[in-house]
Nanobody, 122 residues
Framework: QVQLVESGGGLVQPGGSLTLSCAASGFTFSNYAISWYRQAPGKEREWVAATTTNGGSTKYLDSVKGRFTISGDNGGKMVYLRMNSLNAEDTAVYYC???????????????WGQGTQVTVSS
């Protein structure tokens, strides 16, 4: 069965950094793109970043461009989101998600994980 499990969230001070991990299983990893999205309390979910599983192609939300880096584990089944220069607007539950096969948009998901909380606060 398809599973996506996020980890690495926590409390960080403004300007700090955090790296999230997503462990994928139950499917042929190289056949799919993976996205990260986030949802803050009372807000709509917001797509953040996407990558092919070999890390050869990446896309980012404008507000995180230059601060966040999505990458994959060559030969493995892990996807990472390195977050630098964090600010309060980045506070949210972060999810990794599999992009649907044949999708034309990186925010078209068919599976996702349970999420990991990221809180940016002094």
């Amino acid at each position: 069965q398809v599973q996506l499990v996020e980890s690495g969230g926590g409390l960080v001070q403004p300007g700090g950094s955090l790296t999230l991990s997503c462990a994928a299983s139950g499917f042929t990893f190289s056949n799919y793109a993976i996205s990260w999205y986030r949802q803050a309390p009372g807000k709509e979910r917001e797509w953040v970043a996407a990558t092919t599983t070999n890390g050869g192609s990446t896309k980012y939300l404008d507000s995180v461009k230059g601060r966040f880096t999505i990458s994959g584990d060559n030969g493995g089944k892990m996807v990472y989101l390195r977050m630098n220069s964090l600010n309060a607007e980045d506070t949210a539950v972060y999810y990794c998600a599999r992009v649907r096969g044949g999708a034309t948009r990186f925010d078209d998901y068919d599976y996702w994980g349970q999420g990991t909380q990221v809180t940016v606060s002094s």
